[in-house]
T-cell receptor
Framework: GAGVSQSPSNKVTEKGKDVELRCDPI?????LYWYRQSLGQGLEFLIY????????KSGLPSDRFSAERTGGSVSTLTIQRTQQEDSAVYLC????????????FGDGTRLSIL | AQSVAQPEDQVNVAEGNPLTVKCTYS??????LFWYVQYPNRGLQFLLK??????LVKGSYGFEAEFNKSQTSFHLKKPSALVSDSALYFC????????????FGAGTRLFVKA
């Protein structure tokens, strides 16, 4: 069956450029999470969507980061004016509302800022 | 705000011996606690969770975890380690506030030696 799909799997871009990362959650999953994993580090919470509720954006590191979720399904994480410290693997996860915690993770997007 | 700590960066165990990976947490209300595993070049996988009920929770691949409210701990255990258990393990916590913002620890790398 289809899992959480993220695209692109790898992205290399120059410092200062904008990037968009996409997450397609499992069908019917109302909760969607974005995390960032830097090399050798743990998972850093970025943002959490739950159904039609206002997203929890408390983990976004700066105003260069934004995310949206259209129609309660696909989500896009946008990083404007990228910096080298943005280089990381960006992970998306989804879960059923009743499950709560991030249940299924995508394979991530590896972002490299030159 | 919730937080979670994994005090050991690395745990080394001989195959066949019992293993313990430690986790402590801090939340305002009742905790929801989780363990995840990340194998090399593979995505993050959910292992087990504690919501309520028995303090000993059983999960995938023979792992179990013990919730200790007085010590605010949720250590991961396995009676007999396998070489194939070598991976990066993450503890995570959510607060029982109706939402499910889930915070991850920094991770503990487990090495099981044959």
């Amino acid at each position: 069956g289809a899992g959480v799909s993220q695209s692109p799997s790898n992205k290399v871009t120059e410092k200062g450029k904008d990037v968009e990362l996409r997450c397609d959650p499992i069908s019917g999953h109302t909760a969607l999470y974005w995390y960032r994993q830097s090399l050798g580090q743990g998972l850093e919470f970025l943002i959490y969507f739950q159904g039609n509720s206002a997203p929890d954006k408390s983990g976004l590191p700066s105003d260069r980061f934004s995310a949206e979720r259209t129609g309660g399904s696909v989500s896009t994480l946008t990083i404007q004016r990228t910096q080298q410290e943005d280089s990381a693997v960006y992970l998306c996860a989804s879960s059923l509302k009743t499950g709560g915690q991030p249940q299924h993770f995508g394979d991530g997007t590896r972002l490299s800022i030159l | 705000a919730q937080s979670v700590a994994q005090p050991e960066d690395q745990v080394n165990v001989a195959e066949g011996n019992p293993l313990t990976v430690k986790c402590t947490y801090s939340v305002s209300g009742n905790p929801y606690l989780f363990w995840y595993v990340q194998y090399p070049n593979r995505g993050l996988q959910f292992l087990l969770k504690y919501i309520t009920g028995d303090n000993l929770v059983k999960g995938s691949y023979g792992f179990e975890a013990e919730f200790n409210k007085s010590q605010t701990s949720f250590h991961l255990k396995k009676p007999s380690a396998l070489v194939s258990d070598s991976a990066l393990y993450f503890c995570a916590v959510s607060e029982n506030t109706g939402g499910f913002k889930t915070i991850f620890g920094a991770g503990t790398r487990l090495f099981v030696k044959a």
